[in-house]
């Protein structure tokens, strides 16, 4: 018998030993593994050599759909139960009760602030919503017609180049000034970027406003004096921002980890977890709602497409999800919030295609059996495309709260000693070594 790990086997309070024993059937040697937090290391696998020499065993695990990448404090989701939590408080309280610069302290520092500690964080927030005027400019040589989220990626990425200090990654005034930097100016960058699609000048920050009323006026101000952002609208803005600040190991969320990983500085590292945001199976999936409940039109279409998709000829957009196997918690508080939303709008036409479609999904076998429920895109487009917002924004309006939660695992991660530099392994399927062709003969 191999023994890994320090050697010193624990035993669980059921007396149960905490290990797993592999027998190698190549070698017939056996090999106890540490069990801890229910995982075992893959590097404890490399022992398992079938000859000398041999490199050892590695794990294949194409989307990483069974790997832990990281022991994390921030978020907890149980996909079973349809759970999710930030720093151990459940999502539906604090979208009832916490605004989101409260939520946004919580996942950054941990706890909920104190009045003072909150007023505090507000305020250093707010000092730093303006962007350098040389951002602006460059943001407006952007095409006429380009996406905002290409803008926003963009735009965050070329902070680097504003900030050098950023590079000091193991500095933690410098990992608190671009954490304050970032969460102040991404709704700046996203507002320019809306504006500059619709042809708009740019509308500078107003700080008398709270960090939605602000986002609002940016976006939507015109020749007022000061904008009066509706309170409904800024509070079901405010909760959906709450309920897209974090989502532990997502995709975007692995990118901003991964590329982080380098020590390359949060801007660079925050653009490129955007661009995995910018996909149409992440962020950009809402945007695929809508255009998937358009081109239905009619409710009576709903049975027609469901067997479309059955068929495997195309996706249900905004159902299923990698974690959760039951109802997306985040889609049960948008549906109830879209419901706020259309008594000041009046209903969105789309939103009755959608609700057909749950139901008839929800009682169909495939997405039973397949345990495929909504999940949170399934609704947010819909209130979105009802506040009027164009489609090209929704993602945007998603990376602007979870910039918040990128922030918070790149913090844990640059804290964590146990962390390395993100460099997968691969299995090599390619030719066997050949030899080289000249040109001529090929
Ligand atoms: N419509 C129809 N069938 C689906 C859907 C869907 N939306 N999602 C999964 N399935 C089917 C798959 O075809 C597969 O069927 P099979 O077993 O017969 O091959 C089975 O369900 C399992 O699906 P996988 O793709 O293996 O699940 P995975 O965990 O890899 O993918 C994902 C999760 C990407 C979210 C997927 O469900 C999907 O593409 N959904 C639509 C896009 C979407 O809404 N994305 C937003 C996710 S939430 C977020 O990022 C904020």
């Known amino acids: 018998m191999v023994q890994t790990g320090k050697g010193t086997r624990t035993n669980n309070q059921d007396g149960v030993r905490e290990t797993i024993t592999v027998t190698d059937n190549r070698t017939g040697r056996e090999y106890e593994l540490d069990i801890t937090d229910g995982t075992v290391r893959a590097r404890d696998f490399r022992q398992l050599k079938a000859y000398e020499g041999d490199f050892g065993l ?129 709704p700046t960058i996203a507002a320019f970027s809306y504006r500059h699609n619709l042809g708009k000048p740019y509308v500078y920050p107003d700080n008398d406003l709270s960090y939605v009323g602000n986002f609002l006026s940016m976006l939507w101000k015109m020749s007022e004096p000061q904008y009066k ?57 809402n945007e695929a709602v809508i255009r998937m409940l358009t081109e239905i039109g009619d409710k009576s279409r709903v049975p027609q497409f469901v067997k479309h998709v059955k068929s495997g000829e195309g996706l249900l957009w905004g159902f299923g999800h990698r974690i959760y196997k039951s109802y997306d918690p985040r889609a049960a ?28 999904a929800l ?41 918040v939660g990128w922030l918070a695992q790149w913090r844990e991660m640059i804290e964590d000693p146990e962390q390395k530099i993100a460099r997968p392994r691969q299995v090599f399927v390619g030719p066997e070594r050949r030899a080289y062709v000249p040109i001529e003969r090929r």
């Open 58 to 186: 590695m794990v294949y695990d194409p989307g990483f759909a069974n790997t832990a990448s990281c022991r994390s404090a921030i978020t907890h989701i149980n996909g079973e139960q349809g759970i999710l939590e930030y720093r151990g408080y459940p999502i539906e309280e604090l979208a009832q009760r916490s605004s989101f610069l409260e939520t946004a302290y919580l996942l950054i520092h941990g706890d909920l602030p104190g009045a003072g500690a909150l007023e505090a964080w507000t305020e250093e927030i707010r000092m730093h919503t303006y962007l350098h005027e040389s951002m602006k400019q460059m943001m407006e040589a952007f095409q006429y017609d380009a996406h905002p989220m290409g803008m926003f990626v963009g735009s965050v990425a070329a902070m680097s180049t504003f900030y050098r200090d950023a590079k000091n990654v193991n500095d933690p005034q410098s990992r608190h000034d671009q954490t304050i930097r970032l969460i102040a100016k991404v």
């Open 333 to 360: 508080i948008i549906k109830r919030t879209a419901d706020e939303v259309f008594e000041m709008t009046g209903p969105n036409p789309l939103l009755e295609i959608a609700l057909e479609l749950e139901r008839i």
């Open 229 to 285: 952002p509706n309170p409904t609208l800024e509070k079901a803005i405010d909760v959906l921002f709450i309920l897209h600040a974090d989502h532990e190991q997502n995709c975007s969320t692995n990118a901003m980890r991964s590329v982080g990983s380098s020590e390359v500085d949060p801007y660079s590292a925050t653009a490129a977890a955007a661009a995995a945001l910018y996909g149409p199976l992440h962020g950009g999936a």
């Open 363 to 403: 009682e169909d076998e495939y997405f039973i059996e397949r345990k495929l429920y909504p999940n949170v895109d399934f609704y947010s487009g819909i209130i979105y495309q009802a506040l009027g917002f164009p489609v090209d924004i929704f993602p945007v309006l998603f990376a602007i709260p979870r910039t």
